[in-house]
T-cell receptor, first 112, second 115 residues
């Protein structure tokens, strides 16, 4: 099955710790995105990458970092600089027709 | 403040009724609009999209209407079913065709369908 796989489903972070959220896609999509969703709110763009080895900041990039070493993978690191990391994190991609953003199933990050 | 986002608009309908979910978008330069459906604990699911050179677009049981004059978007769901119960988000893109995935999302509307 083609799709976007995010792991883990649930993640807990201790204070001062960096954690990395995984996102893998087998859709052969060029562009990948990370969004953050807080309870009862819409999604906000953290980072995006339109091509391997290149990425740009979104609206709320502070406290986050990404890499895009492979077309299939776009991991997101939530650093200790992110003081309010508790949220639902969604990875997405666009390809073929350039439109229609497809989402993964999300990772819920909580702080211990 | 902390209360922002906790009071989502809600729409409650009976099974079989038609539902209309509304959205006001912010950027007059936006040229691409999308509706997503999100069930609890899952990622958003694409429903239908529309470009700014259109006023209306129909899909299976869904219709999107775009009024650029007042920057308003609506999603109509015909013969609403209990499985349609979810949070519905509108989203806009103003990247001019350079990055369709850079979306600005609305707050969302909770749709509840009663059997």
């Amino acid at each position: 099955d083609g799709g976007i796989t995010q792991s883990p489903k649930y993640l807990f972070r201790k204070e001062g710790q960096n954690v990395t959220l995984s996102c893998e896609q087998n859709l052969n999509h060029d562009a990948m995105y990370w969004y953050r969703q807080d309870p009862g709110q819409g999604l906000r763009l953290i980072y995006y990458s339109q091509i391997v080895n290149d990425f740009q900041k979104g609206d709320i990039a502070e406290g986050y970092s990404v890499s895009r070493e492979k077309k299939e993978s776009f991991p997101l690191t939530v650093t200790s600089a992110q003081k309010n990391p508790t949220a639902f994190y969604l990875c997405a991609s666009t390809g073929g027709d350039g439109e229609k953003l497809f989402f993964g199933s999300g990772t819920q990050l909580s702080v211990l | 403040g902390e209360s922002v986002g906790l009071h989502l608009p809600t729409l409650s309908v009976q099974e079989g009724d038609n539902s209309i979910i509304n959205c006001a978008y912010s950027n007059s330069a936006s040229d691409y609009f999308i509706w997503y459906k999100q069930e609890s604990g899952k990622g958003p699911q694409f429903i239908i999209d529309i470009r700014s050179n259109m006023d209306k677009r129909q899909g299976q049981r869904v219709t999107v209407l775009l009024n650029k004059t007042v920057k308003h978007l609506s999603l109509q769901i015909a013969a609403t079913q209990p499985g349609d119960s979810a949070v519905y988000f509108c989203a806009e893109n103003n990247a001019g065709g350079t990055s369709y995935g850079k979306l600005t999302f609305g707050q969302g509307t909770i749709l509840t369908v009663h059997p």
